[in-house]
């Protein structure tokens, strides 16, 4: 969110979401067998019933967003918590990503994939009836643990429902253009829940919708496991959720508030205990992680998937996107709602030109990219992406929307689209077979966790320029009370975290430059998916 995770839903051949899972399918010799639904005679109509299904995790992305700034109001939730909203989703669901591949794999797609429908569900009406802070971040984090089922789960029934390659390209465009399209739909409906009826109403919108998908499916999808060895990877799987939780929390932590006795405030800051604490056990908990998935047989991330330069770049370039477009979304929904005091039907109509933006240059990038090839495109991309968000440091309380803001996301959305679709090729550069749905796999989490780190990090750095503008402004005679003041601290601190995302935005325009080095004739006829 977007947050936009959705943003990347628009990639080629097809925005969606992909998993280990489908690593089983690719190579002949492991998995189900290719053939084994390849002739399925509804395919096309389980394919609609699992398109829905991705729909309503691309929905719920986009959609808070926009609810955000309501519930913060509703449930009292703090500033520095208030990211929390987001990150929990985005890390339940980009830590548990790879996991959740494996366990569609083994336990039976279409199991799993009703299972993750129910249990999104279920968290979803939790999370609509949320009476405090703790239940709704709760409820979110449930929502993503089961969307990282769904997810998963959804890719590999359709990568063994359609095996010829022509209409598996069809199939995945049909796919991603629901899921792409879905980031746009949300920030519209969102608005609409909102204004006409409550908050609640963009959570409470997914149980009807996934109940009715589960009736199809128990009727129309058909099942398929994999074969031979189903080990999981329970130590890697512990110490990646470990590891990225504690250095999530660590980032937020950092980014508490401080009131001291005279009025003052201030941030935890980087040197408290737990903060240092928190670095120290994150740190640990990868490095093992990185350790045990060069040891174990069956691991969740093998590394010599990530260790090639092409395809390490695209995870890294996806990493650092995800975290400044998370952060983006986020510091612009609340300026929109809490700044310009708009209602929000009217900020996701706003923010409403970034979705159409990438949707329309992707369609050109897709032509663009046999031509020229991956590296001249996401260096042109990513130059944009960072121009455009630099350009949103030119909004204040009283600026002008059409002169500020929304030439920034155009800019913004033209780069990204530049950068989705070669990315989600160059993802795939020379990968064996076998390790075809674990590459894609491992693209969303790149940009999953990269969302939830970014937005911790950014998030910090907001609040605490936010708060030591105020606390400037109130030694210089200001009213801290004054309504004006307040904003302008907001919006500074909001600049600050669009600075540091193109900076992010710059470290991944050096990656591309330096690490980037496909030729058009080496991509893969069909790219990577990606989640929204």
Known sequence: MSEHPSVSSLEEPAPTATKEAAVEHVAPDTGAAPTELSNYPRRWAALAVIAVAQLVIILDTSIMNVALPSAAKDLAIPASDLQWVVTAYTLAFGGLLLLGGRVADYAGRK??????????????????????????????????????????????????????????????????????????????????????????????????????????????????????DTKFDIPGALLSIIGLATLVYAFTEASKQKVAANGTVTTVGWTDSLVLTLLAVAVVALVAFVVVETRVANPLLPMRVALDRNRGGSYLIFLLVGAGLFAMFFFLSLFLQQVLAWSPLKSGLALLPFSLGIIVM???????????????????????????????????????????????????????????????????????????????????TAQQVGGSLGLALLSTLSISAASSKLTDLVTGGSNPKDLAVQHTASVYGYHTGYFWGAMLFAVGLLVAVFLINAKKDALPAEGAVAAG
């Open 362 to 444: 992707a369609g050109i990038v897709s032509r663009l990219l046999p031509r020229f090839g991956p590296r001249p495109l996401m260096i042109v991309g990513l130059a944009l992406a960072t121009t455009g968000m630099l350009l949103l440091i030119r909004t204040s309380p009283d600026a002008s929307y059409v002169s500020t803001a929304l030439p920034a996301m155009i800019v913004m959305s033209l780069g990204m689209a530049m950068v989705f679709i070669p990315a989600s090729s160059t993802a795939l550069v020379g990968v064996q077979p076998h390790d075809a749905g674990v590459a894609s796999a491992l693209l969303n």
């Open 111 to 228: 199991r799993i994939f009703i299972v993750g429908l129910l249990g999104f569900a279920a968290a979803s009406a939790l999370g609509g009836a949320a009476q405090n802070e703790g239940m709704l971040i709760g409820a979110r984090a449930i929502q993503g643990a089961f969307g990282a089922l769904l997810a998963p789960a959804a890719l590999a029934l359709i990568t063994v429902m359609f095996t010829e390659s022509h209409e598996r390209a069809k199939a995945f465009g049909v796919f991603g253009a629901i899921a792409g399209g879905g980031s746009a739909v949300g920030l519209i409906a969102g608005g609409v829940l909102t204004d006409s009826l409550d908050w609640r109403w963009c959570l409470f919108v997914n149980v009807p919708v996934a109940i009715i998908a589960v009736l199809f499916a128990l009727r129309i999808v058909p099942e398929s496991k994999a074969h031979g």
